[in-house]
């Protein structure tokens, strides 16, 4: 186990709603980041932040936006749900300073949205 | 635009066989390249990391090597156990980025 942990492993919204996915660094990691995972594709980079602070994005809309905490704790929050939303969501853990910067995923939330 | 491909996009082969995953990239300046393993509806477990300074990284029966000059990167299993089974994820980072860029991985099937 990687010891990163994300809550919940699976969600049911309707389009319109808004979620929020939470996820739990490894510990002593200050960096976090986010990735959709379509069905059958890749990890799509969302964005990373770094000691509370957004330091990079991917191709989403605004609509898609992060926190993370000072125990460096990260939430995902997406609003306006579409259709395409629907994917495997990942976060993943790494120790920015380290130079080796492994990155530690967590299981995954599963969002289905109909 | 860094761009990963990975061939072939899918492979069954019998239990002890070895085998190679190929993975290729259009940006050669690249951080590291990281090697991962997905079981299906699951997250992604790291199984080897190369830097770009490094030539290839070996982890039990994996081996993984990288070619920076002609972009591409092979991850190569001796042995194959039916355990193997997995969708298996190349993915790079560029130098100077943030972003880490896969592929759409090789899904593999090892027959007992």
């Known amino acids: 186990e990687t010891g990163v942990t994300q809550s919940p492993t699976h969600l049911i919204k309707t389009r319109g709603q808004q979620v929020t996915l939470r996820c739990s660094s490894q510990?002593?990691?200050?960096?976090v980041s986010w990735y959709q995972q379509a069905l059958g594709q890749g990890p799509q980079f969302i964005f990373q932040?770094?000691?509370?602070?957004?330091?990079g994005r991917g191709n989403f809309p605004p609509r898609f936006s992060g926190l993370q905490f000072p125990n460096y704790s990260s939430e995902l929050n997406v609003n306006a749900l579409e259709l395409d939303d629907s994917a495997l969501y990942l976060c993943?853990?790494?120790?920015?300073?380290?130079?080796?910067?492994?990155?530690?995923f967590g299981p995954g939330t599963r969002l289905l949205v109909l | 635009k860094q761009e990963v491909t990975q061939i072939p996009a899918a492979l069954s082969v019998p239990e002890g066989e070895n085998l190679v995953l190929n993975c290729s990239f259009t940006?050669?300046?690249?951080?590291?390249l990281q090697w991962f393993r997905q079981d299906p509806g699951k997250g992604l477990t790291s199984l080897l990391l190369?830097?770009?300074?490094?030539r290839e990284q070996t982890s039990g029966r994996l081996n993984a090597s990288l070619d920076k000059s002609s972009g591409r990167s092979t991850l190569y299993i001796a042995a194959s156990q039916p355990g193997d089974s997995a969708t298996y994820l190349c993915?790079?980072?560029?130098?100077?980025?943030?972003?880490?860029?896969f592929g759409a991985g090789t899904r593999l099937f090892v027959k007992a």
């Open positions: 993943a853990s790494s120790l920015a300073s380290s130079g080796i910067e492994t990155q530690y």
């Open positions: 510990s002593g990691h200050n960096t």
């Open positions: 932040y770094y000691r509370e602070e957004e330091n």
């Open positions: 940006d050669s300046a690249i951080y590291n």
């Open positions: 190369i830097q770009s300074s490094q």
């Open positions: 993915a790079v980072r560029n130098t100077g980025g943030f972003k880490t860029i």
